[in-house]
């Protein structure tokens, strides 16, 4: 296992940057596997930045046992759009840059089907909306516990907040609220319009807590996607919007996604 | 010496966010000193973060030899104001929540004649600003190669580059731009207000490379803060807008506002 | 919470060295409390190092839930000993430089009711034998899967190894294997005469898992200790000489220790 | 630029260990290269580690303008031999086992012509030390301030303590001192071996400061290596055991081993 935290100047970020990224070396090595690793790009939530995943869960025990590259980065509150006010393409860095730049540095496969996207709220609604934009990208999505909130959002007007933030809060990660229904950050349109297009889509696992107030979109976007005939795994299971979740639950989506683990 | 690479949670910015911490532990056992210490918080300049100074210059050799505690955060493209469009606080951020949380987790002085504040180019420009701003909390304000931008900004239109950053990209950071001028984002009027007040002023000491672009503008204030009578240090001299005049006028800085290092 | 990834110049390893801290300020804050902080010096096991448990572990939320300051250093496969054969002492490291250093970098108590020292397998040995050996620095012990093999290493000859190592590593770390039964590297051997001193004895917890090899010396532990009167926490549980082991019963073990969790 | 602090598990030295990684990935992409980076494998002195010649040094700007990855692990005062009493095997870390897993983690030349070690002072000595003993890795050999210290080792009777260590701790580092003169953990014994071979040695910039300690032995074995008709770069300078002087001579054993460098 290589553990390893690296800064870099970003392009479409134009800042330098932190993201942790965990390689299993050493596993693979005792498989005799000299491949380029699959590799799965993991976003954190509102609020949190690129230590969370690694020092909240287990991640770096299910990238041995699952042989795959985990790569996390810093999302900024940006809800991982290209919208972000100061210019700043959180979508353009997470499906062209980061990829470009991690394969580059590390022996990482760029095909697609060795390619997850994966988070939990808002990083659940990154990897969502990153996903299903970038087939060509990604091969499978996790999205754990995800802030679909396209219609809390659109039920504020001016000067309002919901429990999380405000209308121009949404506004400037959003861009202009009057075109988000159907635009280019609605994860649920930009889902929708990839399955009708008959091209290929991302194998998606997505999961969410009974107890967590999300629940309810997230069975709506379940039911959005069965009446759409798309295929997917949906878990409900008991539970918060909390690591505990977070944690079982990525496991499921690997043992899901990749098969079973190789201890 | 401890160098610390921190992470927290911050109210200001909504997010967790890293800096690093430079603390002259041993130096200061050596002396038998065990007061609270001195403490520099250290910006970095446009397109870089936390790790700036300290993988770039001698700091953590100087913070030993001046006896200084050296804060250093990620800056994120903010010219360091509170005008950030996701409503992140960088100005009190830097000049209220860094400061009593860095006091609380590390033994610093939280009086203002023991806390300096610094940073080159943008940080430059946000170390003058929060500096001249905040009195009460900073003693001392270190401006190096400083972007003093504002009339370069102004001078844009809608739609518009500089060589940096466009017309909207500064809106976002300096708020509406037709109000900068004079207003609450403006370094220069900042200061000129505090001075004119007849309260406490930081001892100021600034620096610009005479190859470096930013040389009109220094001069400029400079001349400015000569008119008003202002009590300051101005240092030019043969060098460009690069880490070697940064990490050797840092330490004229020191020197000039601490006294002689020991080593 | 503010984790924070130290380095410092260390007299008694003569080295710089690298520890994690995790220091709930945010949650003390919440409560009101501004007391200086209760703390656990937390030790790995054999191979690994200071990123071990924050990496593998929930040890961020629980240090959270609980209040308590947890500092994380590295061992260095010695057993936290004084007998590093480079004149290395561990052992002092653990018990004097590192409280003292820590105590003046953070806000942490000095008392030794607030200060708790537990680690597992070589780690648990180690927290086992210093906070016996010093009862005036540790008021709790937390030992899990200890490596409780002082029977094992003397059974071997020179030349020989066991499972992890030779006899001349044991020797290395343990000094002259001859004087090892009763001596000051004896983790049950200085139990058990702080026990008969009738002086202050840490409060103990200690646990193991049915299905880990240590399970034997563990339970021989528990028989000594219960023949010598003693006053401790023991549990036993399924489990295997692991992360899910130790991540689970470090929960058990600070809630045993400091009572419920607040969240 | 990419800067990694990076985790992992060593088979010689047995534990977790940190190494900071410098790779100019930008640079490179400017010029448009991608071949894989020449490295250069950097080295602490006694009581320093992984962090230091990035907190200290302008390494991160020098591996940018020499296109250059640099790989800075962590020394341990061992003098980087094999001798190390817990059976740690530092040159055996140094001379495959690091460049065989960095080569493998990132796009790292595995050509000899493409690969230094270089070092300061204890460092200096392991530069020199495994670069001879492993000219089939290593093409190139920067020693600065190097502690040639075996004639003062050899003067130490059992017992007795130079300025730096005693006796017993030489003897830790590098095994029978009795057998030190001529042994594989000879420096110098080791070069002229090598140079009388008539094998391909490595080219060697050294270098000392004139005000420093080790001048002398520096001196001594220049004068040894012009002797044996060697092919080597000495400088020396004014200059202590500091910071400032191994800042200075990394840029010219750079320039002087792998051209001018770009910016």
């Known amino acids: 296992m290589a553990v390893a935290e690296v800064n870099f100047l970003s392009e479409s970020l134009k800042k330098i940057v932190p993201f942790y990224a965990v390689i299993p070396?050493?596993?693979r090595k005792k498989d005799g596997n000299t491949e380029r690793f699959r590799t799965l790009y993991l976003l954190h939530g509102y609020s949190g930045n690129y230590t969370d995943w690694l020092f909240n869960t287990r991640i770096q025990q299910l990238a041995d046992w699952y042989r795959v590259a985990v790569i996390m980065p810093s999302g900024d509150n940006s809800f991982y759009t290209d919208n972000g006010p100061k210019e700043e393409h959180y979508s353009t860095f997470l499906t062209k840059e980061l990829p470009a730049f991690t394969r580059a540095l590390f022996p990482?496969?760029?095909?697609?089907?060795?390619?997850?996207?994966?988070?939990?709220?808002?990083?659940?609604?990154?990897?969502?909306?990153?996903?299903?934009?970038?087939?060509?990208?990604?091969?499978?999505?996790?999205?754990?516990?995800?802030a679909f909130i396209v219609n809390r959002v659109l039920s504020l007007s001016e000067g309002e907040y919901d429990k999380i933030e405000s209308y121009s809060f949404y506004q400037s990660v959003f861009g202009d609220l009057s075109k988000l229904r159907g635009g280019e950050c609605d994860a649920g349109a930009v889902a929708e319009k990839l399955i009708l297009s008959g091209q290929p889509?991302?194998?998606?696992?997505?999961?969410?807590?009974?107890?967590?107030?999300?629940?309810?979109?997230?069975?709506?976007?379940?039911?959005?996607?069965?009446?759409?005939?798309?295929?997917?795994?949906?878990?409900?299971?008991?539970?918060?919007?909390?690591?505990?979740?977070?944690?079982?639950?990525?496991?499921?989506?690997?043992?899901?996604?990749?098969?079973?683990?190789?201890r």
Chains 1, 2, 3, 4 share one sequence.
């Open 108 to 146: 990482l496969s760029s095909k697609r089907e060795d390619t997850l996207i994966g988070g939990f709220s808002m990083g659940g609604y990154g990897a969502f909306l990153n996903g299903f934009k970038h087939p060509e990208v990604f091969g499978s999505v996790i999205a754990l516990s995800s």
């Open 25 to 27: 070396m050493e596993q």
């Open 201 to 262: 889509v991302p194998k998606l696992y997505f999961a969410c807590g009974t107890e967590d107030e999300l629940i309810g979109p997230n069975r709506a976007m379940r039911d959005r996607l069965k009446k759409l005939g798309a295929d997917f795994i949906y878990e409900e299971g008991p539970g918060e919007h909390d690591w505990k979740f977070w944690d079982c639950h990525i496991e499921h989506a690997l043992e899901a996604l990749l098969g079973k683990a190789k």
